[in-house]
């Protein structure tokens, strides 16, 4: 007998420790433990009490309650990559990252299922709406203007009702296509090109500057520009050529020039001068006489106009029989009435 009341509370003690063991819970320091009773985490529309269990060591009923944890923890969340077009028309692919945490368990538990998916879905289509609304060079260079449009989007629609806050949203990467790239590129070498370009303009229009500002130094100093000729040589001969080239100032020959040869400039330019007057002379002449013999030229007939070569054709010589009178009187050419070629006169 007393062998069966010790089995008896054995199997008590151990029901008592495995209901007992069952009933405690631990919720970790990053969590939320919401506890449902009977399936019911609120009464009369209100949060139960002993609905949301502290971090630590907790107890619920066996069968009666059932606790469901809930992450406290920052969430990242990797939204796959979007293709869209921008609004000036530009095919892109762009991929984001949110972060997230929960602040309401009640709503994130109750509100909605699963609500890590929930907010992948939302990020998702959020994101293609921005890309349409957006323009490439936005998308490209106003990176915070589009994370916090973006941002705001999904915080309307997860924090009121999910109890849900986004923290944070990140654009990660904006694929453009190959033929956008290679356009890119070469804006961006033309502009570099262009800054260049400029610069070395820049810096030649200052060199010539300086260059004027020590001619005009030199140019009051002679001894100046030979030092500054030495100073050429010097730096020549420095590049240890085989073949030194000694440059000569332009000045040093147009003195030579000068002393050397202006008197005899000075001659040739009076001979020059005769040599104009002769000329004209000459010229004045020659008119003349073509004047007087065109006074004294004088055609007195048609026939005395000698013939051009190649225009008028050799007269031919006429019979003369039948042919009374001076020639100067006979008429020119085939008359009515008149006397034919060869003493023949026309029929009646």
């Given amino acids: 007998m007393e062998g069966l009341i010790l089995v008896i509370l054995l199997v ?8 007992l063991l069952s009933s405690i819970r631990v919720v970790q320091q990053f969590e939320h433990g919401i506890v449902f009773r009977l399936g019911k985490v609120q009464r009369g529309g209100q949060l139960r009490p002993g609905a949301v269990r502290a971090p630590g060591l907790t107890a619920i009923i066996p069968v009666v309650e059932r606790m469901q944890k809930v992450s406290r923890q920052t969430i990242t969340l990797d939204v796959p990559a979007q293709d869209g077009i921008t609004q000036d028309n530009v095919s892109v692919r762009v991929d984001a990252v949110v972060y997230f945490r929960v602040i309401d368990p009640v709503k994130a538990i109750v509100n909605v299922q699963h609500y890590g998916y929930a907010v992948s879905q939302v990020s998702q289509t959020s994101l293609r709406s921005v890309i349409g609304q957006s323009d490439m060079q936005e998308l490209l260079g106003e990176r915070a203007k589009i994370n916090a449009y973006l941002r705001e989007i999904i915080d309307e629609i997860s924090q009121g009702p ?28 033309a502009e570099r090109e262009r800054r260049a ?20 130094i030199m140019s009051e100093d002679p001894a100046a520009l030979q030092l500054r000729l030495l100073q050429t040589v010097v730096e020549v001969s420095a590049e240890k050529n085989s073949t030194l080239i000694m440059p000569l100032p332009v000045e040093v020959l147009r003195f030579f020039d000068r002393a050397a040869g202006g008197t005899r400039r000075g001659g040739a330019t009076e001979g020059e001068q005769e040599e104009k007057l002769a000329l004209s002379e000459r010229l004045a002449k020659a008119e003349e006489e073509l004047a007087k013999a065109a006074e004294q030229t004088t055609l007195e007939s048609p026939d005395d106009v000698p013939p051009v070569i190649g225009l008028d054709e050799p007269k031919r010589e006429e019979p003369t029989q039948g042919v009374t009178g001076p020639r100067e009187d006979r008429p020119r050419g085939i008359t009515d009435g008149g006397p034919q070629p060869g003493g023949a006169t026309p029929s009646g």
């Avoid at 008590?12 to 209901?19: D, I, M, S």
């Avoid at 109890?163 to 790239?181: A, F, H, N, T």
């Avoid at 370009?197 to 001619?215: C, H, M, N, V």
């Fill in 12 to 19: 008590v003690l151990g029901v008592a420790g495995v209901f």
């Fill in 162 to 189: 999910w109890g849900v806050l986004i923290e944070r949203v990140e654009i990660k990467d904006v694929s453009l296509p190959e033929g956008m790239k290679r356009s890119m590129a070469r804006q961006a070498e």
């Fill in 197 to 216: 370009r400029i610069i070395t303009a820049d810096g030649e229009f200052q060199a010539s500057k300086r260059l004027a500002a020590a001619a005009e």
